[in-house]
Structures are given as C-alpha cells and as structure tokens.
C-alpha cells in the first residue's frame, strides 16, 4: 500500500556477503512483518515485531536478523548464513490506520524486494 | 500452531464463468479470514475479509463463506473477467491483537477471454 515502502526493488548478493533490506511505513502501525515468497509458493513468515525494541522469530528466520529501533522501520538482513536467499521479499504492517476503515490485524504490503544472487 | 490448506493450486475458467478457491484452518482460535490478491511482481492487496461471527460478506462481484463449525472458508468470484486472473492468498489469524497471520499457498487463477 501506498503508505509502505520497500528499498531497492532489486538487490544482488555476492556469496559471503550480507545484504540489508530496507522497509519503512508511516501508517503509524505498530507491527511490522518481514515474509518470503518463493515461486509457486506462498508467504512464510520470516520475523516479526508486534512492538519497538522487540521482534520474534517466524518460520523460517535462520540466516536473517532485524531490528525494531524505530516504529517506522523494520530492516532486514540477510545473512551469509542464508546458502538460499533468491526470493522476493515482502514487508507488511498492521495496526490502527488512521482515516482507514478496517481491523487492526489487516496487513497492508510493501512493493518487495527481489534478492538474487551473483 | 495454525496451518491453512488451500485448494485448488490452479484454477483456469472461461470469462463470464463462476471460480471458487476453497480453504480449511486447524486452530479453532482463529476468527479473522483476509483474503490476498497478487498479481504478477507486485504486491498482495486484501480483497476481503470475514470474521468468525459473520457466515458471509459480500462486496460485488466477490463473497466470501465461512463454516466455523467445519473450518472452512471459500471466496467466490462470479462474472469473473480477465483481469481476475491472479494469484489468490487466503490467510487466517487471531482478530484482536498483532498475532501473525498464517498464509495458504495461495491459487493461480486464470480467465480465459
């Protein structure tokens, strides 16, 4: 949605190296979701932070890591430690929108990342 | 933890015709049902949604069906047109709170003109 942004659009990685992606929303949300989506797949949960200053794992969170210092931001790492990280990568937050009708557990997307590897 | 099958995969139908996408939950806590659309490189948008105390909403051409006692839920589209040709998340969650929502694999719809 409009108020979710995603950066880069596209982002390769070199072998060892770790990549941030970067996700920032000013819908005043207070959770914030990190998921992956592979081909022919659905959505699997990567981390999430339903707070600032604190975040849980999600399905498949080895071999990346965020943090949670401000309300707006939610970045993610990929990791070397990640030997499969080709995949497009989609930040979401919920949370009371203001001038939006709709529950709080409605998650709203960003635009994704597309990560490739070199 | 909750788990939510969808079915069908793929589903091809002829522009004009009805498309159903049927799904099942396992956590009888879960009370809050979105529905995704996403089309081709982009984002998934919320089409719908439904809570556990409603059987069925409606918005146009879309419904959405909820059996709570059987935990399943199916989104029907009818007069469908070509640019209903999507991928289709449904995705189930505890209403209420920032619990995280469990996806379905999500269908590939088709309309063939």
């Known amino acids: 949605d409009g108020g979710i942004t995603q950066s880069p659009k596209y982002l390769f990685r070199k072998e060892g190296q770790n990549v941030t992606l970067s996700c920032e929303q000013n819908?005043?949300?207070?959770?914030m979701y990190w998921y992956r989506q592979d081909p022919g797949q659905g959505l699997r949960l990567i981390y999430y932070?339903?707070?600032?200053?604190?975040?849980q794992k999600g399905d498949i969170a080895e071999g990346y890591s965020v943090s949670r210092e401000k309300k707006e931001s939610f970045p993610l790492t990929v990791t070397s430690a990640q030997k499969n990280p080709t995949a497009f990568y989609l930040c979401?937050?919920?949370?009371?929108?203001?001038?939006?009708?709709?529950?709080?557990?409605?998650?709203?997307f960003g635009p994704g990342t597309r990560l490739l590897v070199l | 933890g909750e788990n939510v099958e969808q079915h069908p995969s793929t589903l091809s139908v002829q522009e004009g015709d009805s498309a159903v996408i049927k799904c099942t939950y396992s956590?009888?806590?879960?009370?809050?049902f979105p529905w995704y659309k996403q089309e081709l490189g982009k984002r998934p948008q919320l089409i719908i949604d439904?809570?556990?105390?409603?059987g069925e909403k409606k918005d146009q051409r879309i419904a959405v069906t909820l059996n709570k006692t059987a935990k399943h839920f199916s989104l029907h589209i009818t007069e469908t047109q070509p640019e209903d040709s999507a991928v289709y998340f449904c995705?189930?969650?505890?209403?209420?709170?920032?619990?995280?929502?469990?996806f379905g694999i999500g269908t590939k719809l088709q309309v063939i003109p």
């Open positions: 956590d009888s806590a879960s009370n809050y």
């Open positions: 819908l005043n949300h207070d959770a």
């Open positions: 932070s339903q707070i600032v200053n604190d975040f």
């Open positions: 979401a937050s919920s949370g009371k929108t203001s001038g939006r009708a709709g529950p709080q557990e409605t998650q709203y």
């Open positions: 439904i809570r556990s105390n409603v």
């Open positions: 995705a189930a969650s505890w209403a209420g709170g920032y619990q995280k929502v469990t």
